[in-house]
Nanobody, 125 residues
C-alpha cells in the first residue's frame, strides 16, 4: 500500500500563490506517475495536472496552464504543486493521487490507485 499526505492548503487572496506538497510513504517503489485533482462544492473531481516518474512529462488542465506548475522530488517521495495567480474559481479541495502502472501519465481519476485525504484551498476575491 501507498499512503499520500497533502499539505500547504489555506486561504489566499486572488492573485496570490500557494504551494501544495504531497508526501508518499509505504510501497513507494511501485509509484510511477503522480497527479493532482480538485473538487469544488457540488462539482465532480477534476484533473488538474500530472507528472511522470522522471519529471520530464507533465500535463495540465487548460484552466490552470501557465499558472500552476507540478514537480517532484523522488529522493523525498514528494510531489509539489506551485499555484500562482490564483483565482476564486480555483477554490476546491485538492487531492494528490499516485499511479502504479509504469509508462503512462493518466489524466483520468479512475486510473489512479492511491489518493490522499485532500487539502482545502480557498481563494477570496
Amino acid at each position: 500500500q501507498v499512503q499520500l499526505v497533502e499539505s500547504g492548503g489555506g486561504l489566499v487572496l486572488a492573485g496570490g500563490s500557494l504551494r501544495l506538497s504531497c508526501a508518499a510513504s509505504g510501497r513507494t517503489f511501485s509509484i510511477d506517475a503522480m497527479g493532482w485533482f480538485r473538487q469544488a462544492p457540488g462539482k465532480e473531481r477534476e484533473f488538474v495536472t500530472a507528472i511522470n516518474w522522471s519529471g520530464h512529462i507533465t500535463y495540465y488542465a487548460d484552466s490552470v496552464k501557465g499558472r500552476f506548475t507540478i514537480s517532484r522530488d523522488n529522493a523525498k517521495n514528494t510531489v509539489f504543486l506551485q499555484m500562482n495567480s490564483l483565482k476564486p474559481e480555483d477554490t476546491a479541495v485538492y487531492y494528490c493521487a499516485a499511479h502504479s502502472g509504469f509508462g503512462t501519465v493518466p489524466r483520468v481519476r479512475d486510473e489512479y490507485d492511491y489518493w490522499g485525504q485532500g487539502t482545502q484551498v480557498t481563494v477570496s476575491s
